[in-house]
C-alpha cells in the first residue's frame, strides 16, 4: 500500500534555530498537507498545499513556517526560528483530492530545547 | 464551521470487553466522517470511514455508523484485543475545504 514518508522521525533543535521537516507523498495525490500535535493535546491543521501554492494556513502557520515542493516528489515544512512551542509531533498528508483518500505519514517528533 | 466533539479519556477495558468511544459532530450538510486511530510510536492510520447519513463504517472489527438524527457517528468493537490500545481520533472535513478537522483523541487501553 502507498505510504507517505516522513524524516527524520525525531528531530531535537535548540531554540532559533531552523529546522526542515521533510515528506514523500504519494505520489498520483496533487494535495499535500502539514498537521501538528502537542503532546497530548489535539492535532491541529497547518497548512494545505495545491497546485505549487499554499491553498489554505491556520492562524498557527505565521511567517516564521513555510512550505515548498522543490523537486516534484518532496514536500518540505520549515521553521525558519524555532521557539520552544514548537515542540510537537508534525504530520504531513496527502489526499487524491475525493475529500476522504487522505494518507498521513508517522511523524516527525520535533523538541526544541 | 464543522466540529467535532470526542468522549474524553482515558479509556481503560478488559481483553474482550465491549467498546464504544463517542463521536459528535456539528455540521452544515453531511460530510464524511471518519476514525483514525495512533499507535504508540507510530502516525495516523485511517481506520474506517462513512460517506452519507445511515453509512456503517467497519474495519479490523470496529464498526461506527453515521446518524444524522443524533449527528453523531461513535466507535463500537464488540470484543476488544490488547492490540488495540492505541489513541482514536474522530474526524471530518472543514466545510468547502480539504482539510480535516480532528477531536480531542481517545486514549484506550487494554488489559489482558
Known amino acids: 500500500e502507498p505510504e507517505v514518508t516522513q524524516t527524520p522521525s525525531h528531530q531535537v533543535t535548540q531554540m532559533g534555530q531552523e529546522v526542515i521537516l521533510r515528506c514523500v507523498p504519494i505520489s498520483n495525490h496533487l494535495y499535500f498537507y502539514w498537521y501538528r500535535q502537542i503532546l497530548g493535546q489535539k492535532v491541529e491543521f497547518l497548512v494545505s498545499f495545491y497546485n505549487n501554492e499554499i491553498s489554505e494556513k491556520s492562524e498557527i502557520f505565521d511567517d516564521q513556517f513555510s512550505v515548498e515542493r522543490p523537486d516534484g516528489s518532496n514536500f518540505t515544512l520549515k521553521i525558519r526560528s524555532t521557539k520552544l512551542e514548537d515542540s510537537a509531533m508534525y504530520f504531513c498528508?496527502?489526499?487524491?483530492?475525493?475529500?476522504?483518500?487522505?494518507?498521513f505519514g508517522s511523524g516527525t517528533r520535533l523538541t526544541v530545547v | 464551521g464543522n466540529s467535532v466533539t470526542q468522549m474524553e479519556g482515558p479509556v481503560t477495558l478488559s481483553e474482550e470487553a465491549f467498546l464504544t468511544i463517542n463521536c459528535t459532530y456539528t455540521a452544515t450538510g453531511y460530510p464524511s466522517l471518519f476514525w483514525y486511530v495512533q499507535y504508540p510510536g507510530e502516525g495516523l492510520q485511517l481506520l474506517l470511514k462513512?460517506?452519507?447519513?445511515?453509512d456503517k463504517g467497519s474495519n479490523k472489527g470496529f464498526e461506527a455508523t453515521y446518524r444524522k438524527e443524533t449527528t453523531s457517528f461513535h466507535l463500537e468493537k464488540g470484543s476488544v484485543q490488547v492490540s488495540d490500545s492505541a489513541v482514536y481520533f474522530c474526524?471530518?472535513?472543514?466545510?468547502?475545504?480539504?482539510?480535516?478537522?480532528f477531536g480531542q483523541g481517545t486514549r484506550l487501553t487494554i488489559n489482558p
Open positions: 474526524a471530518l472535513p472543514l466545510q468547502g475545504a480539504q482539510k480535516l478537522v
Open positions: 498528508a496527502s489526499s487524491d483530492g475525493s475529500g476522504w483518500g487522505y494518507t
Open positions: 462513512a460517506t452519507k447519513a445511515d
